[in-house]
Nanobody, 124 residues
Framework: QVQLVESGGGLVQAGGSLRLSCAAS????????MGWFRQAPGKEREFVAA????????SYADSVKGRFTISRDNAKNTVYLQMNALKPEDTAVYLC?????????????????WGQGTQVTVSS
């Protein structure tokens, strides 16, 4: 089992920045690829970014490419999502997930463990 807890969400104006964190506990964090997803009310869960277990490879949704950066610190059992140039359409609950595979999966069904999420609201 892996437990995931997100933090860092909040209310920010358009153009602003937030840094989300996802702290993991339980089984060895470094064996898991990690992903960030988001879900807005009435919409399906959407892939945002993913990173392999080593941090050597990353993948991004086209909608966030160039604005968001995913990273991880295996010594701290934490994965991050730096979000810059935020837009109102980025408003959603952001969830981190762990994938017991190579990683960079965009399909949420491929992930084995999920956090509860943190709300990000971007005002115009």
């Amino acid at each position: 089992q892996v437990q995931l807890v997100e933090s860092g969400g909040g209310l920010v104006q358009a153009g602003g920045s937030l840094r989300l964190s996802c702290a993991a506990s339980g089984r060895t964090f470094s064996r898991y690829a990690m992903g960030w997803f988001r879900q807005a009310p009435g919409k399906e869960r959407e892939f945002v970014a993913a990173i392999t277990w080593s941090g050597g490879s990353t993948s991004y949704a086209d909608s966030v490419k160039g604005r968001f950066t995913i990273s991880r610190d295996n010594a701290k059992n934490t994965v991050y999502l730096q979000m810059n140039a935020l837009k109102p359409e980025d408003t959603a609950v952001y969830l981190c997930a762990a994938d017991d595979a190579y990683g960079l999966d965009v399909d949420p069904g491929k992930y084995d463990y999920w956090g509860q999420g943190t709300q990000v609201t971007v005002s115009s």
